[in-house]
């Protein structure tokens, strides 16, 4: 069974501009989660979507936002890049959306904001 | 407000002998928790997870962890360390929503 698949894997963008990462969970699975990873932070939730609808949402700005398909494929958008969105943004899938799951990751999209 | 917290960045220990790497948890309702491994460049793993029942959890690799309600602690431990076991190691709870920091375990030759 493939893995969770993560495009494009490396991306820079200058300040200002918009980004939009995508995330093929594995098959079957209906629940994908987005985290931002930096050095200082280690892994900050962003959002959860399962069947299209977002379960849970981190605390980041209105500037973050996703979507999820009819096929669990979901995506995840950043508008008016800033600097400190530098980062490692990774994709996680499970089978369902409950607590004692766990998360299965894809090996990110680097993006750089210059 | 709920949190997961790893105290120590960094841990060096030599090959062989036992490793422990530090969690502990702010949470409320049932504790779920759980350790994920991330190789270099390499995205997250699973390694185990505490839902309920014994307090000692086996998982991948010839880890385990300790939940101890307690000290709202939940160590990852491993008898024998190998030099393959370097890495960066995140505890996450509960939903994982919440991540620790990461502990960086450097086996040492």
């Known amino acids: 069974k493939a893995g969770v698949t993560q495009t494009p894997r490396y991306l820079i963008k200058t300040r200002g501009q918009q980004v939009t990462l995508s995330c093929s969970p594995i098959?079957?699975?209906?629940?994908v989660s987005w985290y931002q990873q930096t050095p200082g932070q280690g892994l900050q939730f962003l959002f959860e979507?399962?069947?299209?609808?977002?379960?849970n949402k981190g605390n980041f700005p209105g500037r973050f936002s996703g979507r999820q398909f009819s096929n669990s494929r979901s995506e995840m958008n950043v508008s008016t890049l800033e600097l400190g969105d530098s980062a490692l943004y990774l994709c996680?899938?499970?089978?369902?959306?409950?607590?004692?799951?766990?998360?299965?990751f894809g090996p990110g999209t680097r993006l750089t904001v210059l | 407000a709920q949190s997961v917290a790893q105290p120590e960045d960094q841990v060096n220990v030599a090959e062989g002998n036992p490793l422990t790497v530090k969690c502990t948890y702010s949470?409320?309702?049932?504790?779920?928790l759980f350790w994920y491994v991330q190789y270099p460049n390499r995205g997250l793993q699973f390694l185990l997870k505490?839902?309920?029942?014994?307090?000692l959890v086996k998982g991948s690799y010839g880890f385990e962890a300790e939940f101890n309600k307690s000290q709202t602690s939940f160590h990852l431990k491993k008898p024998s360390a190998l030099v393959s076991d370097s890495a960066l190691y995140f505890c996450?709870?509960?939903?994982?929503?919440?991540f620790g920091t990461g502990t960086r375990l450097t086996v040492i030759p």
């Open positions: 996680a899938s499970s089978s369902t959306s409950g607590a004692n799951n766990e998360q299965f």
């Open positions: 098959s079957g699975h209906r629940s």
């Open positions: 979507y399962f069947s299209e609808t977002q379960r």
């Open positions: 949470v409320s309702g049932n504790p779920y």
């Open positions: 505490y839902i309920t029942g014994d307090n």
């Open positions: 996450a709870a509960p939903n994982n929503l919440f």
